[in-house]
């Protein structure tokens, strides 16, 4: 069960990237998302690759557990390729069987699709490893702060973003153990047809529903009686504070980013 | 059917930075018929061991042998559920996995599973509730409009109505009133008595060990810290002490009493009325 | 002037359950440490509930610190209020030990730097400062439930109200929630109200009151309270085991002054009964 969650679980630890203020590696993904989409030729991707690899590295992460974290997307980063070499018919022809040809265009096209994809998700992925996700709830929170004026409840939704990852460990341990009581009552997840499966979830999901508004209501009276009535009149513990390293690591990624749309237009 | 743990070892999620070894070369043999109690405290190992009995985790190193039936890394998949039958697990808080409509139908939940014919489930249903003392009238009521206790017994005549060979209670008392715990473990001990079921008790509670193990097993940092009848593992006061478990409190009042009154009184599984009278006769011979 | 008082409290959950609090009475006067005990389903979960305002009764009134409990006082009753709930998962606010305690002071707009002065002092009264970066997967229930009890009283309640706040926790995690009970009762002047059923707590406490079926069977001293056994034990209570054996042993002329309930009080008595024999 746990297995499945590796995908960008947070690795605490003290690394260069994990010192940054959440803000900052916030703002900076959020750009490299949309600047991946301006990779207009060989150099581009590769200085982007580059500067993912850098960043790989600087977290201090073992390499091969980013690349397992990232496993389940592998299917789909392999699918967008083999769905360019079948669709994209531009350039010569490389191999033919039968009525089935692969194109050039096809295999480049599939190849910077595919890479694209890689990036965004490995350093997406770098986030959360990177970032306790209560850091990242606050960042957001943060830096959506300016839509209070036009009355977007963020305060709410950080609190309820903060209580739904408090509760993730605890509904996939309750998750396990109801499955693990109803696989001693025989219910069989693994074999069956898939609408024997189906019912098999049953048992599972009912008793999960059940436990979770229990928890929930529990939960909301606890946060009633310790005085929670909203977000008037709240003082708050927890403070950002952009220090040295956030601004040095802005510049050094603005220079990256020249450098980036001066390859571009070269 | 016997059960044997031979060099069974068990690491939660292997080869990530997450890694955690829960079970260290753990080595047991429980008899068929035998009332055991595995004890421990809290992350000693004690619920990742049972899990391993009916076949819920498979040993990372290690084999578990329960009668015919071989658990071990190399041998992948097997009829589980063969096993699951005959050995039944009532898990903590067993109400907790209650999900359908009438009672009726969440006992006969296990039975559907393992392909029971319908006459045979009747009687079974009928048996299981005389066995955890409910009333029938309860068959066609929903389980969660039921108190908090009985839905605990139906959650465990669920378990009962298959019939297993082994039975499996991981702190079945936890959360009920001191009353409710006495009346489910007497109602266990007298199943196993009749029955000649074998039965696996983990709990946290010494009393509970000492009253109806025979053989306790007492685990700590996920290895077998010692083993042996209750008499035996309540005389090595230093390594309970290491392990973190009190001593059952018949035992410490005893041992105090004797202490006190230079006296020499054993407990033999007394009732408060023979104690009395036994600490009496010392007291009056004493003088 | 009593800190807490029930007046013909009547309470049910809906019109067709059956009454949970039938004419209840209670007084609790200030810097007083009470248990309620009963078994479960006696109505005893549901006080805690009612004195906060959480709960609103059918009929009857509850007055805390001389004013009575309404829907627009109950906020400011509230700050008054520390309330500790059975299942240490529920309660659990924040996402590490620090934001949980400072999840109440927040809400009562306590500014950042007193905020962080007094969840420092508080985890140390619970002995919970060295984990107050963890995360509350990586507590066991005692330690959650002493965070339960730091982020509490980080808000200076003046009455402290746990409602059977060790009833899910393992012989150790009830050790170290009533040690630091015993320690809070002492450092501070408090109203403690004890829900329980487990006997070995009310010798905490100097008062105890038992509940069966919603109202009140007994409201007495820990010494009186097994003066009638036979009583509590209609009431579905089983009896601590120096109880049992001082019954027993009354059988045979060791007379007992009073029950003992622990095994010190227990042979004490034994040696100058048997003096006297």
Redesign the interface.
Known sequence: M??FM?IGQF?PGNSLIHRLDPRTKLLIIFTFVIIVFFANNSFSYGWLTLFALILVFLTKL?IA?VIKGITPVWFLIIFTFILHLIITKDGAVLIEIGAFKIYEGGVVQGFIISLRFFLLIMVTSLLTLTT???EITDAIEELLAPLKKIRVPVHELALMM??S??FI??LL??TE??S?????????LRTGSFKDRIYAI??LL??LF??AF??AE??A?????????GSE???????LQFSRIDYTSMVVYLIIMVIFFSIRAY | MDIQFERVSYT??MN???SFQALKDINLNIRSGEFVAFVGHTGSGKSTLL?HI?G?LTPTEGTVKVGDFHLSKERKRQDL?KL??K???V?QY?E????EETVKRDIS??L???NVSAEEMETRIMEALEKVQLNPAVLEQSP?ELSGGQMRRVAIA??LA?KPEVLILDEPTAGLDPKGQEDVMEMFFDLHKAQHMTTILVTHQMDQALKYADHIFVLADGSLLMEGTPEHIFKQTDLLEKANLDMPEILTILHQLNQKFGIDIRYKGQSPSVLAKEIVAMLREKK | MPVIEFRDVYFRYNEDAPWILKKFNLTIEGNETVAIIGHNGSGKSTIA?LA?G?LVPQAGEIWINGRKVTPSNV?EI??N?G?V?Q?P????????V??DV???????????EE??KR?DKTLQQVEMRHYQHH???NLSGGQKQRVAIA??MA?HPEILLLDEATSMLDPKGRKEILATINRLKEDLELTMVMITHDLQEITLTDRVVVMNHGEVYKDTSVEQLFDDYEGIESVGLSLPLTVQLAIELGQHGYHFATYPIDSKEFLDALWTSNLKE
């Open positions: 746990k297995s590796i690795v073992p557990y306790a996700p209560m903060s209580i990852l408090r460990p605890t341990d309750e153990k109801i693990k009581a109803q696989a001693s009552r025989g219910v069989d049953v048992p009912v008793p059940i436990s229990k928890r529990e939960l009276m606890a946060m009633e009686a310790r005085g929670y009535h009149g709240r003082t708050k513990l927890r403070q | 939660y999620q990530t930075p997450f899990q009916n819920l559920k699951r039958e050995v039944g697990v898990f067993p907790h996995q209650l999900f939940f296990g559907k599973n393992f969660f669920g378990v298959m | 509930k906060n959480l906020w509230r700050k209020i309330l709930f299942n998962e529920n309660q659990f606010v924040g996402t590490t620090r934001d400072a999840f109440g002071l927040e809400n009562r707009g306590v500014p950042r905020m962080i969840i995360e509350p997967h982020s509490v808000t």
